[in-house]
């Protein structure tokens, strides 16, 4: 143990976090894992639905899509958070309860932080996809229709798989976001890395070895992502036969959004 | 010039003679409220080959898109094998766009090679030519996938079967194209100026397979102002300007006797 006057750092505590965490601070560290990637992939359906929105005939459609961008990115997650959890519980409209599936019980606030990851995420992802299937060349959507593809069985065989490319690298960048992001639901009692490490600072006040330490899991968790993605972008280039550019790592360390962020956005 | 068939105030179901395989009356079209196809009618008989040229905005390549309703047609009609393309009468007579489905299932028969190849770059040269026979035609993969090596061989891309299109030149990526739309068996293949956006080099080698295909008896309307080519396959060389045809005739008569100033004038500056 170092100790000195104005330093103080307990490298074997320290040292015992990161190599062998806590089974608490493991299942907190699955609980930011999982959330994270449900919250995603629904994102991610949810999203095309709202692209297609946006290019709907309809004008009402477009509209709806519209606002709801506007709604979910213009208010910070953070009291979007709050409010699902506590707001719709004490207005009386909807109280988040455990719920058993099988062997599993999925807890009532993390089913509210799910939600509310999703339903923000799905704005950005829906601006993300539709930029996306714009920039696919029109002429796409014209070439399947002349091999007598409708507009719908062209924009699904041909246009949709070409804009995954375009998708991609934001996607990328929402995701590492989203991670980071899930610990904002320690404020509605989710268990997830952050709160448990903030559990574990109160008892043992090594509150500088375990906030460290967490901070270590989040860059290795959004580490490996971003050799996955980079790994998923190669697959992508090689499958349009173009051969990988430099991987730009900038992209990883860049933040399209923050906790106060309340700007509309790009 | 005769409207085949009637004339076109004639019902859609008009009888259209068995050999026209594009029948066109009288088409207009505008974007916005400027007029960009004046009234244009167009015979094309079963294997003829019909090369249109004219100057550029003249309204060529909007009239291709009209033949398989890419565009809309706000005025006459366009018939393709005796059917009206694009739109259907309702039980009270009047003229209706057709449902999705039935607007697809005519453009199956109709092929389009667009200037800029418009090559699905994700999918081999391979899958670029079986997509549309399996997901439209229903054809097995193994079937399509042996129909299309045939294909490629007969363009002259055997060796390209697995290659990805961004790994091809200008000219293999347009006789890409060129077997993806045979892949479908069309009756029609409409080419707008298929070796414009070509290096010099390749222009013969995309113009050998269109000429090919018509000494095998293919219907196909093609822009272009390769006057070789033109002077070589066309049966009719049709001349358009300002949204209309000024004149059409066989190629010797209308590039060495044309009838019109405006022709004469195009013809000396493009050769
Ligand atoms: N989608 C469109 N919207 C508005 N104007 C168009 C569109 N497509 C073509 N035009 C106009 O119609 C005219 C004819 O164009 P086009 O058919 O492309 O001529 P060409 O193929 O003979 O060069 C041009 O003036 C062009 O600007
Ligand atoms: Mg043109």
Request: proline share 4%.
């Amino acid at each position: 143990m170092i100790s000195t006057v104005g330093l103080h750092f307990d490298g074997r505590f320290f040292w015992t976090s990161l190599l062998h965490p806590s089974s608490a601070f493991l299942q907190g560290l699955w609980a930011t894992v999982y959330m994270s990637v449900v919250a995603q992939l629904l994102a991610t359906v949810l999203g095309l639905a709202l692209a297609l929105a946006r290019r709907s005939k309809v004008g009402v459609v477009r509209g709806v899509a519209w606002s709801y961008a506007w709604m979910m990115r213009g208010t910070p997650l953070l009291v979007q958070l709050a409010l699902v959890y506590f707001g719709l519980a004490a207005a009386g409209i909807y109280r988040f309860a455990n719920l058993t599936v099988g062997p599993v019980t999925i807890p009532g606030e993390v089913q509210a932080a799910i939600l509310t990851f999703t339903l923000n995420e799905a704005a950005y992802m829906g601006e993300i996809i539709r930029a996306a299937l714009a920039a696919v060349d029109p002429g796409q959507m014209e070439a399947a229709m002349s091999t007598g593809m409708t507009p719908s069985r062209a924009m699904r065989l041909v246009v949709v798989p070409q804009a995954v490319r375009f998708v991609i690298p934001p996607l990328g960048n929402d995701f590492n976001a989203l991670m980071k992001n899930t610990s904002l639901a320690s404020i509605i009692g989710v268990q997830e890395m952050f709160l448990v490490s903030e559990q574990v600072s109160s008892v043992t006040f090594n509150t500088f070895e375990i906030y460290l330490v967490a901070s270590l899991y989040y860059l290795g968790l959004t580490t490996v992502w971003s050799v996955i993605q980079a790994v998923i972008e190669r697959r992508i280039d090689r499958r349009w036969g173009i051969r990988r550019e430099p991987r730009r790592w900038s992209a990883t360390w860049s933040r399209r959004r923050t906790v106060l962020d309340v700007g509309l956005g790009a | 010039m005769a409207a085949p068939g009637g004339s076109a105030e004639g019902g859609p179901d008009v009888a259209v003679p068995l050999d026209l395989v594009v029948s066109a009356v009288d088409v207009h079209k505008s974007f916005r409220d400027v007029e960009v196809l004046k009234g244009v009618s167009l015979d094309v008989a079963r294997g003829e080959v019909v090369v249109l040229i004219g100057p550029s905005g003249s309204g060529k390549t909007t009239f291709l898109r009209c033949i398989n309703h890419l565009e809309t047609v706000d005025q006459g009609r366009i018939y393709v094998n005796g059917r009206l393309v694009g739109y259907r009468t309702d039980r009270r007579g009047r003229i209706r766009e057709e449902r999705a489905s039935a607007i697809a299932r005519q453009r199956a028969d109709i092929g389009f090679v667009f200037q800029h190849f418009n090559l699905y770059p994700n999918r081999s040269v391979l899958d670029n030519v079986c997509l549309g026979p399996r997901k439209v035609r229903r054809v097995s993969r193994d079937e399509a996938e042996r129909a299309g090596r045939a294909l490629l061989r007969r363009v002259g891309l055997g060796s390209k079967i697995d290659a990805h299109p961004a790994q091809l030149s200008g000219g293999q990526k347009q006789r890409v194209a060129i077997a993806r739309a045979l892949a479908m068996q069309p009756k029609l293949i409409l080419f707008d100026e298929p070796t414009s956006a070509l290096d010099p080099e390749m222009i013969g080698e995309v113009l050998t397979v269109i000429r090919d295909l018509a000494s095998e008896g293919m219907t196909m309307v093609v822009v272009s102002h390769e006057m070789g080519f033109a002077r070589e396959v066309a049966d009719q060389v049709v001349m358009m300007d300002d949204g209309a045809i000024v004149e059409k005739g066989r190629p010797a008569e209308l590039f060495d006797r044309p009838a019109h100033e405006r022709t004469r004038a195009f013809l000396a500056k493009i050769l």
